[in-house]
């Protein structure tokens, strides 16, 4: 039978001079057996087991998390106001309660306002990651939430493109006549006016506000009976999701008259119904429409 390195080593050497020997030629061994092993794919840390409680968290979920890693998704977010819709389609949906969503088991949650102020408390206290999307208050502050919550969501690289993508969208822009007004109205009878994403959305494209009272406001009709803005933005009249009631403004006949005027430019409800990335789509509408 062949002898073994070591074992020529033992009769050719004192033992004081074999053992450090021995320790090379095993080292190399090892070495040179673990050189065709495979290296092992890095285990992927990302949140394997997301829910999201509503639909603004939805469009971000829908966005940049894979069908394979949701659990479910709001009810709310095939409706017509959620641009995502129809990655949604499929999807289980969960309420957004806290027992429901424990249930689940996932190891993210991901909300803006859904469950309320008190549920990123409750999850942690079962042992659940929390993710909460800030509140933007202009353009530029949802270009950095887009990064931030694709960061968050394992996917920082896509949030970054999209990110410099609406960037770049917003820079090509055309610019309106300085000064054009703009009103925006809703089936309801709701307009905007300064403190609102869409009164961010009229300053990017270059508008003025015809609603200069701040917040959610009932058309001012009163204003319209002897005052027309330049452009008339309606929004959810496709979908007629923000129902009319038997006292909107939207029937008095002032209003009703503003659909029919020279410049309306109909967004979808779907692209300001949330702070993200779809809120260029609107502003690109709206500047193109105002440099007609």
């Given at each position: 039978m062949a002898l073994l390195i070591p074992d020529l080593l033992r009769f050719c050497m004192p033992a004081a001079r074999r053992r450090p020997w021995i320790a090379a030629i095993l080292a190399a061994a090892l070495c040179g057996c673990g050189s065709n092993v495979p290296d092992r794919p890095a285990p992927d840390r990302r949140a394997q087991r997301v829910v999201s409680l509503d639909y603004c968290a939805d469009q971000y979920v829908l966005k940049f998390v894979g069908r394979e890693r949701i659990l479910a998704v709001s009810p709310d977010a095939a409706r017509e106001f959620s641009y995502m819709r129809d990655r949604a389609a499929g999807l289980p949906t969960i309420r957004p309660?806290?027992?429901?969503?424990?249930?689940?088991?996932?190891?993210?949650?991901?909300?803006?306002?859904?469950?309320?102020?008190?549920?990123?408390?409750?999850?942690?206290?079962?042992?659940?990651?929390?993710?909460?999307?800030?509140?933007a208050e202009n353009i530029e502050s949802v270009v950095g939430l887009i990064e931030a919550t694709a960061g968050a969501l394992g996917s920082a690289e896509q949030g970054r493109a999209v990110a410099a993508d609406m960037r770049a969208r917003l820079a090509a822009l055309p610019r309106a006549a300085p000064g054009t007004e703009a009103l925006y109205m809703t089936p309801s009878g709701v307009t905007a006016g300064?403190?609102?994403?869409?009164?961010e959305v009229f300053r990017a494209a270059g508008l003025a506000n015809f609603q200069t009272r701040p917040g959610w406001r009932e058309i001012p009709l009163e204003r319209l009976a002897y005052e027309q803005p330049d452009l008339i933005v309606p929004a959810?009249?496709?979908?007629?999701?923000?129902?009319?009631?038997?006292?909107?403004?939207?029937r008095h006949p002032v209003a009703r008259a503003q659909l029919q005027a020279e410049a309306v430019v109909p967004i979808a409800g779907a692209w300001t119904a949330c702070g993200a990335w779809f809120l260029v789509d609107a502003v690109e509408a709206l500047a193109q429409g105002a440099a007609r």
């Amino acid at each position: 039978m062949a002898l073994l390195i070591p074992d020529l080593l033992r009769f050719c050497m004192p033992a004081a001079r074999r053992r450090p020997w021995i320790a090379a030629i095993l080292a190399a061994a090892l070495c040179g057996c673990g050189s065709n092993v495979p290296d092992r794919p890095a285990p992927d840390r990302r949140a394997q087991r997301v829910v999201s409680l509503d639909y603004c968290a939805d469009q971000y979920v829908l966005k940049f998390v894979g069908r394979e890693r949701i659990l479910a998704v709001s009810p709310d977010a095939a409706r017509e106001f959620s641009y995502m819709r129809d990655r949604a389609a499929g999807l289980p949906t969960i309420r957004p309660v806290t027992e429901d969503v424990i249930t689940l088991q996932p190891d993210l949650v991901v909300r803006s306002y859904g469950g309320g102020p008190q549920a990123p408390a409750m999850f942690e206290r079962a042992g659940i990651d929390v993710h909460t999307i800030a509140w933007a208050e202009n353009i530029e502050s949802v270009v950095g939430l887009i990064e931030a919550t694709a960061g968050a969501l394992g996917s920082a690289e896509q949030g970054r493109a999209v990110a410099a993508d609406m960037r770049a969208r917003l820079a090509a822009l055309p610019r309106a006549a300085p000064g054009t007004e703009a009103l925006y109205m809703t089936p309801s009878g709701v307009t905007a006016g300064p403190g609102t994403l869409v009164d961010e959305v009229f300053r990017a494209a270059g508008l003025a506000n015809f609603q200069t009272r701040p917040g959610w406001r009932e058309i001012p009709l009163e204003r319209l009976a002897y005052e027309q803005p330049d452009l008339i933005v309606p929004a959810f009249f496709d979908s007629l999701t923000d129902h009319p009631d038997a006292w909107s403004p939207m029937r008095h006949p002032v209003a009703r008259a503003q659909l029919q005027a020279e410049a309306v430019v109909p967004i979808a409800g779907a692209w300001t119904a949330c702070g993200a990335w779809f809120l260029v789509d609107a502003v690109e509408a709206l500047a193109q429409g105002a440099a007609r």
